[in-house]
């Protein structure tokens, strides 16, 4: 069973579209980050939401922490090629120690110019 | 900056075989981390380290061993090396807890057991 689940698993659409991909669990999570990942190379991270309801603006990119903390959404508007890579949430459980931070599968996402 | 520093890069084993993947970091981080990463997946934990002398099992740690007898150094070992250990291992680092710190992630170790 997978903690944190990421949908779509893949997704494919061309330049200036919108997209929205969401990280879902039903743990509560103290944190949740973001992060993309481009072939060969390790994942960086994009933003880390720490309260219920936040929401955090990255230039085209929206982020969104559920007011219960057991779900995110990653929102793209107008997507360019650029945005090409693999979107990855991680969380880190609330009734943990607080050291483990376990990962989505991810989202694959082609933006087509 | 070095940061996050993974070795060797690209390994082939073969089964029964076993190494070491280094890992160093230089920003004199307490947390240390070995992920792996099958294609197109997530990230899984295999172990982590809260501190020198300090380590624990993740969500896969069976046939692997680590040590942290230094805050700089985390290396991973591999012992009788398995198909099913064929992946990306990633070193990863942060100041504390994920929980609101950055976590710094090196360039990746691909290893191929034959």
């Known amino acids: 069973t997978q903690l944190l689940e990421q949908s779509p698993q893949f997704l494919s659409i061309q330049e200036g579209e919108n997209l929205t991909v969401y990280c879902n669990s039903s743990s509560v999570f103290s944190s949740l980050q973001w992060y993309r990942q481009e072939p060969g190379e390790g994942p960086v991270l994009l933003v880390t939401?720490?309260?219920?309801?936040e929401v955090k603006k990255l230039k085209r990119l929206t982020f969104q922490f559920g007011d219960a903390r057991k779900d995110s959404s990653l929102h793209i508007t107008a997507a360019q090629p650029g945005d090409t890579g693999l979107y990855l949430c991680?969380?880190?459980?609330?009734?943990?120690?607080?050291?483990?931070?376990?990962f989505g599968e991810g989202t694959q996402l082609t933006v087509n110019p | 900056n070095a940061g996050v520093t993974q070795t060797p890069k690209f390994r082939i084993l073969k089964i029964g075989q076993s190494m070491t993947l280094q890992c160093t970091q230089d920003?004199?981080?307490?947390?240390m981390y070995w992920y792996r990463q099958d294609p197109g997946m997530g990230l899984k934990l295999i172990y982590y380290?809260?501190?020198?002398?300090?380590?624990d099992k993740g969500e896969v740690p069976n046939g692997y061993n680590v040590s942290r007898s230094t805050t700089e150094d985390f290396p991973l070992r591999l012992e009788l090396a398995a198909p099913s250990q064929t992946s990306v291992y990633f070193c990863a680092s942060s100041y504390s807890t994920p929980s609101g710190n950055t976590i710094y992630f090196g360039e990746g170790s691909w290893l191929t057991v034959v």
């Open positions: 939401v720490v309260t219920g309801g």
């Open positions: 380290s809260v501190g020198a002398g300090i380590t």
């Open positions: 991680a969380g880190v459980e609330a009734e943990t120690s607080g050291s483990r931070l376990t």
């Open positions: 920003m004199n981080h307490n947390y």
